[in-house]
């Protein structure tokens, strides 16, 4: 696929269409958290794959304008979002399927992903007062059925705590996957090129 790896060419596509333009979460989201897991080594990797204290992570304005009005509505409940992945850069991509080489699991580089487009992101609710994260009877980047849309063998409290993840963010344009209760992505994802600008470069940019 064709890679825009130059902050140049990045700036020149954003020039041309705004909606391109990667926005860092916390400039835009009031309270949102992070927990980035890939700067760190919890993760089913169990390495890091992302440079080590890495605290900034984007997506394109449409997404994160998208995720700012989720944040105020969970916000008025008493909840609010904390995001594991967003943007990834398409080198890191490569990186994962070299290491894994399973689809249902990582995004085959031939295609790229919603995560290099900046267009996906993997998050969780948490409750406002406590920080602590609802149930959601698996963890972020679980590969069993039991983190499926489609698996209901769960107790009430947790489906409903799915549930008004799903419903919040598809009410503002977000599509759910099937087999990750955490990933969500815009649609047209063919619209946004494949970014491959490591994220001190992106920061600065902005």
């Known amino acids: 696929p064709e890679i825009t790896g130059k902050i140049e060419q990045y700036n020149l596509q954003v020039k041309k269409d705004s909606s391109k333009k990667m926005v860092e979460l916390k400039t835009l989201v009031p309270g949102i958290v992070y927990d980035l897991r890939y700067a760190t080594v919890n993760n089913f990797m169990r390495r890091l794959m992302y440079p080590a204290g890495t605290t900034t992570t984007f997506l394109r304005m ?76 698996t963890g972020f980047d679980n590969f069993s059925d039991s983190a499926h849309h489609s698996f209901t063998n769960l107790p009430e409290a947790i489906l409903q705590n799915r549930l008004l993840l799903k419903a919040t963010m598809e009410k503002y344009g977000f599509k759910a996957y099937a087999d990750e209760w955490w990933h969500y992505s815009i649609p047209e994802s063919s619209k946004y090129e494949i970014l491959d600008i490591e994220f001190k470069r992106l920061k600065k940019a902005l």
Do not use: C
Request: proline content about 4%.
């Open 62 to 137: 449409p997404a994160a304008t998208a995720l700012k009005k989720v944040q105020e509505e969970l916000s008025a409940k008493g909840f609010g979002l904390k995001i594991y992945d967003a943007y990834r850069p398409y080198a890191v991509t490569v990186k994962f399927w070299e290491l894994v080489k399973d689809e249902r699991y990582v995004a085959n580089p031939v295609k790229g992903s919603g995560h290099n487009r900046g267009i996906a992101v993997d998050l969780t609710i948490i409750n406002s007062q406590t920080g602590k994260e609802l149930e959601m009877g």
